[in-house]
């Protein structure tokens, strides 16, 4: 026999997953929990993302490292995921949340295209983002806040576009290149030296490499390629042609050549 509860459940439905969700089941929403007094639990923190265009595209890389205060919570922590096919978002603050996000993000997302039955406009994923983060500013003020970085093709202006948010879900689009996390400040400054307009893809990624190397260097929370245990940033590419996560091997070879290429130099900072 058919289950009774789904006729009321579809008629609630529209095309926001979140806002069914909210309206039928509001305690499976990761951003509507209730914290006991107090300071906030220790949790994982994802760090440092950055983000660029490049000619016919946009890029994203994260590094691997989670940290809980000063102790390494995970080397293996992956902060850039699909969104879609043809966008991708990356994680700073408190990872568990963070990781519920997205994955609400990217059902939003598909729960759209199933119910419109065409893709929403790059636009359009940044603002339901947006919502999604201020959904979670109560958990915000209490210490786990959850700072995206999202990116993707705009058919449209045929171009790729960046986007990064304030805790408030407020959206705000950045030009060429941004990073947020704990090592963003170090990662930024990278990227003003190296980054240039119309960058191929492969040096779009090598930009990425060397910024996160960059911020490695200085920022404890943020780890740095590992040629011992074989950990390479997490890179993303998106272009007309849809999302491409960028082989482990062309990583190695990049973040080998940029290590060679500074002991070679012999410099100290």
Same mark, same amino acid.
């Given at each position: 026999?058919?289950? /009774?509860?789904? +006729?009321?459940?579809?008629?609630?439905?529209?095309?926001?997953?979140?806002?069914?969700?909210?309206?039928?089941?509001?305690? #499976?929403?990761?951003?509507?929990?209730?914290?006991?007094?107090?300071?906030?639990?220790?949790?994982?923190?994802?760090?440092?993302?950055?983000?660029?265009?490049?000619?016919? +595209? @946009?890029?994203?890389?994260?590094?691997?490292?989670?940290?809980?205060?000063?102790?390494?919570?995970?080397?293996?922590?992956? !902060?850039?995921?699909?969104?879609?096919?043809?966008?991708?978002?990356?994680?700073?603050?408190?990872?568990?949340?963070?990781?519920?996000?997205?994955? #609400?993000?990217?059902?939003?997302? *598909?729960?759209? *295209?199933?119910?419109?039955?065409?893709? #929403?406009?790059?636009?359009? !994923?940044?603002?339901? #983002?947006?919502?999604?983060?201020?959904?979670?500013?109560?958990?915000?003020?209490? +210490?786990?806040?959850? =700072? /995206?970085?999202?990116?993707?093709?705009?058919?449209?202006?045929?171009?790729?576009?960046?986007?990064?948010?304030?805790?408030? +879900?407020?959206?705000?689009?950045?030009?060429?290149?941004?990073?947020?996390?704990?090592?963003?400040?170090?990662?930024?400054?990278?990227? !003003? !030296?190296?980054?240039?307009?119309?960058?191929?893809?492969?040096?779009?990624?090598?930009?990425?490499?060397?910024?996160?190397?960059?911020?490695?260097?200085?920022?404890?929370?943020?780890?740095?390629?590992?040629?011992?245990?074989?950990?390479?940033?997490?890179?993303?590419?998106?272009?007309?042609?849809?999302?491409?996560?960028?082989?482990?091997?062309?990583?190695?070879? =990049?973040?080998?050549?940029? @290590?060679?290429?500074?002991?070679?130099?012999?410099?100290?900072?």
């Amino acid at each position: 026999m058919q289950d /009774p509860s789904i +006729g009321p459940l579809a008629k609630q439905a529209t095309s926001s997953f979140t806002e069914h969700l909210q309206r039928s089941r509001p305690e #499976l929403l990761p951003f509507n929990q209730t914290l006991p007094a107090g300071a906030a639990p220790a949790a994982p923190h994802a760090t440092t993302i950055v983000a660029m265009t490049y000619a016919g +595209g @946009v890029l994203m890389a994260g590094d691997r490292r989670a940290t809980m205060g000063n102790v390494i919570a995970s080397r293996h922590i992956e !902060k850039v995921f699909p969104a879609d096919q043809y966008s991708v978002l990356g994680i700073a603050g408190t990872a568990g949340l963070a990781i519920d996000i997205t994955r #609400l993000f990217q059902v939003e997302l *598909e729960h759209y *295209e199933k119910i419109e039955g065409t893709l #929403l406009s790059l636009v359009g !994923k940044a603002n339901r #983002l947006g919502a999604m983060i201020r959904g979670n500013l109560p958990m915000a003020m209490q +210490g786990m806040a959850v =700072i /995206p970085l999202f990116a993707g093709f705009d058919h449209g202006s045929a171009t790729g576009r960046l986007f990064s948010y304030d805790l408030t +879900g407020g959206r705000y689009e950045e030009y060429e290149h941004h990073s947020v996390g704990s090592g963003s400040i170090f990662a930024r400054g990278a990227l !003003k !030296k190296l980054w240039r307009p119309n960058l191929s893809e492969d040096e779009a990624v090598a930009v990425a490499v060397e910024s996160l190397y960059d911020a490695a260097d200085d920022d404890s929370a943020t780890g740095g390629p590992d040629p011992v245990r074989q950990l390479w940033p997490v890179v993303y590419a998106v272009n007309r042609a849809g999302h491409r996560r960028i082989p482990e091997r062309e990583l190695a070879a =990049i973040s080998a050549a940029i @290590v060679e290429s500074r002991a070679i130099a012999g410099r100290e900072a």
